[in-house]
Nanobody, 126 residues
């Protein structure tokens, strides 16, 4: 059974950090492009970051460049999203998603991903 499970969310003050994890079962993440998305209340789901299958090319939304880092641990079959210098605009439910292909032009399109986790809440507030 293919499953993605996110963890690591929580409440953090502005300027703080969190590391999200996306653990997989039923698929080897190294063979999949993994995207991180987030959705704030009343807003559309937006692509935050992506790490491509095999080569590990990375992409970031402009709003998180220089603050977020995506990485993959093949031995643990887990993808991480290190989030630093968090601000209120980063609040939302964060999802990881997987697909077996990669394109630099479509990495942030949620509709191109085949598998999704259940999400983890990130709240940035003092």
């Amino acid at each position: 059974q293919l499953q993605l499970v996110e963890s690591g969310g929580g409440l953090v003050p502005p300027g703080g950090s969190l590391r999200l994890s996306c653990a997989a079962s039923g698929l080897l993440l190294n063979y999949y492009t993994i995207g991180w998305f987030r959705q704030a209340p009343g807003k559309e789901r937006e692509g935050v970051s992506c790490i491509s299958r095999r080569s590990g090319n990375t992409n970031y939304a402009d709003s998180v460049k220089g603050r977020f880092t995506i990485s993959r641990d093949n031995a643990k079959n887990t993808v991480y999203l290190q989030m630093n210098s968090l601000n209120a605009e980063d609040t939302g439910v964060y999802y990881c998603a997987a697909k077996d292909r990669y394109s630099d032009s479509t990495w942030a399109r949620a509709g191109t991903y085949d598998y999704w986790g259940q999400g983890t809440q990130v709240t940035v507030s003092s």
